[in-house]
């Protein structure tokens, strides 16, 4: 979707930067302010809602790929009603990444329900050389990585770079405060790196208040 952006014409770059230089500032300051529900809907209302319909084209984008997945016609209800709530998702997962990386220690560990397979990570942390950890993009990545670099030890991600500045800037910002080290890639190829011969869970479990959508 970022590469579609960048390709707009330059009306449309210089409105992204400006729509996302007054919103993300917004809501990062006002995730840990203002009530939780507040913030789900402003970001889902206010943000996502007007984007995807002044930007109709990435909604079918998403239509296109349910639709491919699901078997139905891009204007099933179905499809619809999914392709919004991934939207909405997406917008979510924003707001509980700048909100939990705010979050001193002692009140995200109060947050954590269970930890599972702690003894795996134990385990490959003292074997000396290094640990990779793989997300299927289960949840929020963002938060099991501010999880483990506020309770365990940095950590270091391998992301592609935002085109938006202020996205950017922001994103950087609030991975530091819980110890999380972006490492930007790009498109050129890479070694592959070798893996285990066996994999082990590893997983927190956080509570968060239910939200409408």
């Known amino acids: 979707m970022q590469v579609k952006m960048a390709g707009s014409p330059r009306i449309l770059q210089a409105f992204y930067r400006l729509y996302f230089a007054f919103w993300i500032p917004t809501l990062v300051w006002a995730s840990t302010r203002w009530p939780l529900g ?12 007007p984007f995807n319909l002044f930007r109709p084209k990435y909604l079918r984008a998403v239509k296109g ?15 619809r009603r999914m392709a919004w709530q991934m939207g909405y998702e997406h917008a979510y997962h924003w707001i509980d990444f700048f909100r939990w990386s705010q979050f001193s220690p002692d009140a ?10 702690e ?18 993009h289960m949840g929020n990545p963002e938060v099991g990585a501010i999880c483990l670099g506020t309770n365990f030890e940095p950590v ?18 609030m ?5 999380v080290h972006g490492i930007a890639v790009d ?8 893996t285990p011969s066996s994999a082990r869970a590893f997983a927190f479990t956080i509570r968060c208040p239910a939200r409408s959508s």
């Open 108 to 117: 995200l560990r109060e947050a954590i329900v269970t930890v599972e397979g």
């Open 38 to 49: 507040l913030m789900y809907w402003m970001a889902r209302d206010l943000v996502m809602l």
């Open 187 to 194: 498109a050129s190829p890479f070694s592959v790196v070798p």
């Open 119 to 136: 003894e795996h990570l134990t385990g490959a942390r003292h074997s000396g050389r290094g640990t990779l950890l793989l997300t299927a």
């Open 156 to 173: 270091y991600v391998l992301y592609w770079r935002d085109r938006f500045a202020t996205a950017e800037k922001f994103r950087t910002r």
């Open 65 to 79: 790929n349910y639709a491919r997945i699901l078997g139905l016609p891009p204007d099933h209800p179905e499809v």
């Open 175 to 179: 991975r530091l405060r819980g110890n």
